[in-house]
């Protein structure tokens, strides 16, 4: 049974407020296990209220967690980096949680709107696209140790990778 631990969540927040992570930090398969569930739990509640389909939304979360992972293997890689995975996954996947699961009123708000208020919502999920970049950049470069324009370009390859991946995947 996965159970909850507070010192790795801090960490996960931390990083959801840029900040810088701790010389020495460490976490463990059920810390990735927790995160991967936690990630795929929020994003198919995402997905259910964009797309309304709940068979559907499983399949574009499952695909966008394995569109992220797949990316950051690839990322880590090419930079010869492998070792560092599982801590930067369990990150990811974390921190993005996190940001999705503060967003969620935001898409309700997004469902039930009309008019203004709906083109208001609109604009207001954004932020929370935005805000997952910039902490995807924050953690790539930190994870990486490049410049944080090199992690900003990853963070926007990785949005792309598996936003559009996912959608592909959808209409095939």
Do not use: K
């Amino acid at each position: 049974m996965l159970r909850f631990n507070l010192h790795h969540t801090r960490l996960v927040l931390s990083q959801c407020f840029l900040r810088r992570l701790p010389a020495h930090w460490s976490v463990t398969m059920e810390d990735f296990n927790r995160n991967a569930v936690f990630y795929f739990g929020v994003f198919w509640l995402i997905q259910i209220l964009l797309i309304g389909e709940p068979a559907e939304a499983f399949v574009a979360a499952v695909s966008e967690l394995a569109l992220s992972l797949v990316f950051v293997v690839a990322v880590l890689g090419l930079n010869g980096r492998r070792e560092a995975f599982l801590p930067t996954a369990t990150l990811i996947m974390g921190a993005m949680g996190w940001i999705g699961l503060a967003a969620l009123p935001v898409l309700v708000w997004l469902r039930v709107a009309e008019d203004l208020q709906l083109v208001i919502a609109f604009y207001a999920s954004w932020v929370f696209v935005a805000w997952g970049i910039v902490v995807l950049g924050h953690i790539f470069r930190q994870v990486l140790a490049r410049a944080p324009s090199f992690g900003f370009g990853l963070a926007c390859a990785y949005a792309v990778e598996t936003y559009l991946g996912t959608l592909v995947l959808l209409v095939l």
